[in-house]
């Protein structure tokens, strides 16, 4: 099973940008998708965006296209998602996920990171 750790969290001000880094445990993941995910207190956790890590191909909330970008560094194994134009209902736990590409499906989870966009 493969280990996330993410990183990269923080407080920032409305319209200011944070970059997450998810690190693996495993040299090669091809065949996975990965993702992000958030939750605040009180609602279901939510997709964000997920990028398959082979191709590269991508996809994204409708809320956070044109303001995330989701990327990969295979050399690492690395995911980042790059968050700019942060508005206050971006805050929540961001969590990194892996699962095998085109099952929608993720059975390894990172213990979150806090993201926190001030008004």
């Known amino acids: 099973q493969v280990q996330l750790v993410e990183s990269g969290g923080g407080l920032v001000q409305a319209g200011g940008s944070l970059r997450l880094s998810c690190v693996a445990s495993?040299?090669?993941?091809?065949?996975?998708?990965l993702a992000w995910f958030r939750q605040v207190p009180g609602k279901e956790r939510e997709f964000v965006a997920a990028i398959e890590w082979a191709r590269g191909s991508t996809n994204y909330r409708d809320s956070v296209k044109g303001r995330f970008t989701v990327s990969r560094d295979m050399a690492k194994s690395t995911l980042y998602l790059q968050m700019n134009s942060l508005k206050p209902e971006d805050t929540g736990v961001y969590y990194c996920a892996a699962g095998p590409t085109g099952w929608h499906s993720y059975g390894a989870w990172g213990q979150g990171t806090q993201v926190t966009v001030s008004s």
């Open positions: 495993e040299p090669s993941l091809a065949g996975y998708d």
